[in-house]
């Protein structure tokens, strides 16, 4: 690693002149479908959209591990969760393996790192680093000098923490800094501002809320993560405690970092109730409009922390000589098949926003398949350093500046392996897959079942065509694709 850091010092030493600046906005479960310019249904995102209109936005991002740490590992090394160690949530990412903030600053980039870190230890080759941990209210503050604890809602925080480290060292060019939200991560607890949007009215169902998963691997009913009867009525719901359970207290804990005034209002927002005699239906119905709007509420805030942003890059004369990019760690299930959260690689998780302007960026959009595995090559690239060669990623900075590669990746190549009986692993079973433009294969381990999807008449993956013989040279072919990828991202 030593060697490489040397050669990036060189680099920059002979390169000279004025790089670009890099704002990389990372939400937390942001879901293509909560923003405007992705043709949400739900919901406006007046900031993102803007960032939208005057850059590149990509219609085919995916990830390659849709779970919080594993997302991040990757983003940080350019290399795949077998490559890089973080798996899963726990602990395991390779001390080895170069960060992208290491690289950065090794090659004259001042770097810091604000919000939700999500990795193991202290931030990595960061010259100023505040994590945010905690609640959504008033959440602790942790830097190399210590911990406090913050006032107000952790989206706003976040936001204030990174415009006042651009006011501090945003004129010492260039910088990368990587501004990471809580939003839209469980349990959605919305700032005090919002708690009344969408009171008056109920939101679009999603078509495929009643799902029954039939046709499905066998671990898609099992999986604990379904809008009807997992999500937690005390934290999740906001429903009055019962003082009976451990989250009765964490929540009520969280809430006691409110002020009276903030309290009055919060009891105000969730004083209803559902009746007790419900059906399924009608309680799933229920259960979806209190998850969708908190879910919406806490979007709202994180479009006003983009905005919060981009008006300080402005007020310091810094938007032309910054590459701004949004994007977040992976999707989340809407009510898409019954289910919140991600893990799975069906759509909606496995889909990710992601956008970009700046400096040499062309307007418009991409349709080419990227993954979250680009963006660490991409931005060493677009700095002008090296270090790129040895990730597993591909740098995407001939299409942001509106060059089409004469040769582009025909499929993404995705792995999850997080598993645990426990209720908070979601019971999601391990599988890994291959999408191309328009077909996807899924194998799932545990029960040794494949799944096949056509994307283009199949958009809600709906019906699994693995066992149509109609689909068998299809499915041979896909099946022979997904061993070559394995083999070249060394996946065994």
Same mark, same amino acid.
């Given at each position: 690693m030593r060697s490489v850091l040397m050669s990036l010092i060189?680099?920059?030493? /002979?390169?000279?002149?004025?790089?670009?600046?890099?704002? $990389?906005?990372?939400?937390?479960?942001?879901?293509?479908?909560?923003?405007?310019?992705?043709?949400?249904?739900?919901?406006?995102?007046p900031h993102i959209d803007s960032l939208a209109a005057r850059g590149m936005r990509f219609?085919?991002?995916?990830?390659?591990?849709?779970?919080?740490?594993?997302?991040?590992?990757?983003?940080?090394?350019? $290399?795949?969760?077998?490559?890089?160690?973080?798996?899963?949530?726990?602990?395991?990412?390779?001390?080895?393996?170069?960060?992208?903030?290491?690289?950065l600053r090794a090659g004259g980039y001042r770097t810091a790192v604000i919000g939700k870190w999500h990795l193991p230890g202290d931030p990595r080759g960061f010259d100023d680093w505040t994590v945010v941990e905690g609640p959504y209210y008033a959440p602790f503050l942790r830097t190399a000098k210590g911990k406090h604890r913050g006032q107000g809602h952790c989206t706003d925080i976040i936001a204030h923490a990174a415009s006042d480290w651009l006011e501090e060292h945003g004129r010492q060019s260039p910088f990368f800094l990587w501004v990471c939200f809580h939003a839209t991560h469980r349990t959605w607890d919305p700032a005090i501002r919002y708690l009344d949007l969408y009171r008056d009215r109920d939101l679009p169902e999603p078509r495929t809320l009643f799902d029954d998963h039939a046709g499905r691997n066998p671990g898609a009913a099992l999986a604990q993560m379904r809008i009807a009867r997992d999500l937690f009525p005390a934290y999740d719901l906001k429903l009055p405690v019962t003082g009976k359970g451990i989250l009765?207290?964490?929540?009520?804990g969280k809430l006691a970092r409110l002020t009276a005034e903030e309290r009055e209002a919060w009891d105000a927002a969730y004083g209803e109730i559902p009746p007790a005699d419900l059906d399924v239906a009608a309680r799933t119905r229920w259960n979806y409009q209190r998850f969708i709007k908190d879910y919406l509420r806490c979007v709202r805030g994180l479009d006003d922390a983009v905005g919060a942003i981009q008006r300080q890059l402005d007020e310091l004369d810094l938007t032309?000589?910054? $590459?701004?990019?949004?994007?977040?760690?992976?999707?989340?299930?809407?009510?898409?098949?019954?289910? @919140?959260d991600k893990r799975w690689m069906y759509e909606p998780a496995l889909r990710t926003p992601l956008i970009a302007a700046g400096p040499g960026v062309r307007v418009g959009t991409s349709d080419l398949l990227v993954q979250n595995l680009d963006l660490a090559p991409t931005l $060493?690239?677009?700095?002008?350093?090296?270090?790129?060669?040895?990730?597993?990623?591909?740098?995407?900075?001939?299409?942001?500046?509106?060059?089409?590669?004469?040769?582009?990746?025909?499929?993404?190549?995705?792995? @999850?392996?997080?598993?645990?009986?426990?209720?908070? #692993?979601?019971?999601?079973?391990?599988?890994?897959?291959?999408?191309? /433009?328009?077909?996807?294969?899924?194998?799932?381990?545990?029960?040794?079942? #494949?799944?096949? @999807?056509?994307?283009e008449r199949d958009p809600d993956e709906m019906h699994n065509l693995a066992s149509n013989p109609e689909q068998a040279e299809l499915r041979r072919s896909l099946e022979r694709r997904l061993q070559e990828l394995r083999a070249s991202y060394g996946d065994s």
């Open positions: 060189l680099c920059a030493i /002979a390169l000279g002149g004025q790089r670009p600046n890099i704002v $990389l906005l990372y939400a937390d479960d942001h879901a293509q479908a909560a923003i405007g310019c992705y043709g949400s249904v739900l919901t406006r995102t219609t085919q991002s995916f990830v390659t591990n849709s779970i919080c740490a594993p997302a991040r590992a990757v983003v940080m090394t350019g $290399l795949h969760s077998h490559r890089n160690g973080q798996l899963g949530n726990r602990p395991g990412l390779r001390a080895d393996v170069p960060l992208l903030s290491e690289l009765d207290g964490a929540r009520e032309e000589s910054t $590459l701004v990019i949004y994007t977040s760690d992976q999707g989340f299930f809407l009510g898409e098949h019954g289910w @919140y $060493l690239d677009y700095a002008g350093l090296e270090g790129g060669a040895s990730m597993q990623g591909r740098s995407l900075t001939p299409l942001l500046r509106g060059v089409e590669p004469d040769s582009w990746r025909d499929a993404i190549y995705y792995r @999850y392996y997080e598993y645990d009986e426990g209720r908070t #692993f979601h019971r999601v079973t391990p599988h890994y897959g291959i999408r191309t /433009a328009r077909h996807k294969l899924i194998y799932f381990e545990r029960s040794q079942t #494949f799944e096949l @999807y056509d994307l």
